[in-house]
């Protein structure tokens, strides 16, 4: 199993620009979830689906924050348009059923200027 | 607000002590989990322990579990170089959920 996919690794991008990040979970997990890491701020869940359904996503800072999962294998995080601040390092993880632990992705680093 | 606050924030030990970080949350939990972060890296789960358990050990890690004080702990016992990495402590908040809330992070360095 190669493991929660994520793309890009590194994205640069000018700011009122549109970014989207993508992620591949494990395949067979129900469960995903979009986090954001900051130093300032540490991790923040930004929305978990289940079963492709976006269960909880209280942590979505704005209305330029989108989330889909069209499918079991593909999830999107959009971003329109960036702001400086949204630079981070934003997460995919995925679960399977029961407590066993999140499987992380290796994270897309985005730097918005 | 953050759910979890781990303590000590950083941490330095020599090879071959044992480290030890503290996790503080604030409300009931069904389990409580532990990660490692390498710089630059992905979150890797380490260790669950449920809420119903008190100690539970994967090789050298040691995890404790007081629902009383809201607070778990995690051993590390001789340390080495590739030890050095941060650990969060990660709680999920209601039963049947898999939305975890994850801490602030202890930073361990670990000199050879």
């Known amino acids: 199993d190669a493991g929660v996919i994520q793309s890009p690794r590194h994205e640069v991008t000018e700011m009122g620009q549109e970014v989207t990040l993508r992620c591949k979970p494990i395949s067979g997990h129900n469960s995903l979830f979009w986090y954001r890491q900051t130093m300032m701020r540490g991790l923040e869940l930004l929305i978990y689906f289940n079963n492709n359904v976006p269960i909880d996503d209280s942590g979505m800072p704005e209305d330029r924050f989108s989330a889909k999962m069209p499918n079991a294998s593909f999830s999107t995080l959009k971003i329109q348009p960036s702001e400086p601040r949204d630079s981070a390092v934003y997460f995919c993880?995925?679960?399977?059923?029961?407590?066993?632990?999140?499987?992380f992705g290796s994270g897309t680093r985005l730097t918005v200027v | 607000s953050q759910q979890g606050e781990e303590d000590p924030q950083a941490l330095s030990i020599q090879e071959g002590e044992n480290a030890t970080m503290n996790c503080s949350y604030k409300?009931?939990?069904?389990?409580l989990q532990w990660y490692r972060q390498n710089s630059g890296r992905g979150l890797v789960h380490l260790i669950l322990?449920?809420?119903?358990?008190r100690e539970k050990h994967s090789g050298r890690l040691r995890v404790t579990l007081d629902t009383s004080k809201k607070s778990s702990s995690l051993l590390i016992t001789a340390s080495r170089a590739a030890d050095t990495a941060s650990y969060f402590c990660a709680t999920a908040l209601a039963s049947g959920t898999y939305k975890y809330i994850f801490g602030t992070g202890t930073r361990l360095k670990v000199l050879a």
């Open positions: 409300t009931s939990i069904n389990n």
């Open positions: 993880a995925s679960n399977g059923e029961g407590f066993y632990g999140y499987t």
């Open positions: 322990i449920r809420s119903n358990e």
